[in-house]
């Protein structure tokens, strides 16, 4: 139950920098497109088809991160378990830059697209 009560904790606390940035007043909380905003729709949804994307895989590379962690600091003398851990950690920091990096482009083509480079 514990690790249960631990782990819902820690996935909850990654939800914080998003509702953060989305309060109202916020001039950041223009993340996410709004087809009001683009003369085509079709184009308004696969912006946010793809800025949804890159936010559930930086989530899901989170979550993998932390979840490595755990492993290889409960692994004790099990060197498996340590070794698990830390692939599984590698490979979260690697889909996490890879995340960032697409989320940057994106943002970058998105601009560029409407015309506000």
């Known amino acids: ?3 249960i009560l631990v782990l819902a904790t820690a996935l909850l606390s990654l939800a914080n920098p998003a509702y953060a940035i989305l309060q109202p007043g916020n001039p950041n909380a223009n993340l996410f497109v ?3 905003r683009t003369g ?3 184009q308004a ?3 946010y088809a793809l800025t949804l994307l890159m936010s559930l895989v930086g989530f899901v590379a989170m979550v993998f991160l932390v979840l490595g962690a755990f492993y290889y600091m409960t692994s004790g003398a099990n060197e498996d378990l340590a070794k698990k851990g830390k692939s599984m950690m590698t490979k979260a920091i690697i889909g996490l830059v890879v995340a960032i990096l ?12 409407r ?3």
């Open 1 to 3: 139950m514990k690790k």
């Open 102 to 113: 697409s989320f940057v482009i994106l943002t970058v083509v998105q601009n560029a697209v």
């Open 115 to 117: 015309g506000t480079v």
């Open 40 to 42: 085509n729709n079709f």
């Open 45 to 47: 949804i696969m912006l």
């Open 34 to 36: 709004d087809p009001a």
